[in-house]
């Protein structure tokens, strides 16, 4: 359904009464603009719904808590109470499962940390990109695999992580990257080539092949002098694919 732009006040108002709305595709489209409108009475509604439906517009509750009007007042400040209630229930969410976390075996800590993966909230994240960090490489694995099906994916939070000094963290974050088929800056490909850690490197030159581009190519030929016998042999076999991808196009 296309927005009406020219509705009367009380279509507007049997429009956010219809049953049928909540099936709306571009619904939030829809209340955003209602609740701005020059009736009192659709501000107040059109709030009322983007709060009922999960929307977390803050900025616009707050602005509509000072509307002339006090019916659109209250509708915004119980908007941004259900926010707030909203975020108080993932924060001990949070922390209930931090604590979980922080006294139980690797297989436990396993169990834990599948049964939150369905779950579509930034804490949740949260605790995978911590868990990175976890010595049990079955659990950093099956973190992996997760964040790389995932659509929504933070790439600032993960590219803090190289700098960790944990090798495996640095390395999970590149297996990350290379799957995803995500770049990042030359800068830090450079800074990379050297690290100390020989596994780290190996995954930097897969990566690379996963990524490919100029950057890549240049960072892959700088390795080919790896004092290590493992990170050459993967900095040829990416050099090789690279260029295999680039004779077949």
Known sequence: MDFPEKLSLEEKIKLLKNENFPSYENRKEILIKLAKDESASVRAL???L??????????LF????S???PVVKKSASRAIKNIEDYEKKLKDKKNQINERLSSCTASER??????IENIEENWVNDVYVEYLADPSLRIRN?????IVKKKNF???VYMEKLNHPLWYVR????????LKKISFQKEIMLKLLNDTNVEVRRVLAETLGRIGGENSLDVLTKMLNDPNPWVKSQVRKSLSELKSEKDSS
Do not use: C, M, T
């Open 62 to 65: 707050r602005d509509a808590l």
């Open 171 to 178: 390395s999970s974050v590149l297996k990350i990257l290379g």
């Open 67 to 69: 509307d002339p009007n």
């Open 110 to 115: 396993y169990d834990i940390l599948k049964e």
């Open 154 to 156: 933070p790439v600032h």
């Open 46 to 48: 059109a709030i009322k």
């Open 50 to 59: 983007l709060s009922k439906f999960n929307y977390r517009e803050e900025n």
């Open 142 to 146: 099956f973190i992996i695999d997760l």
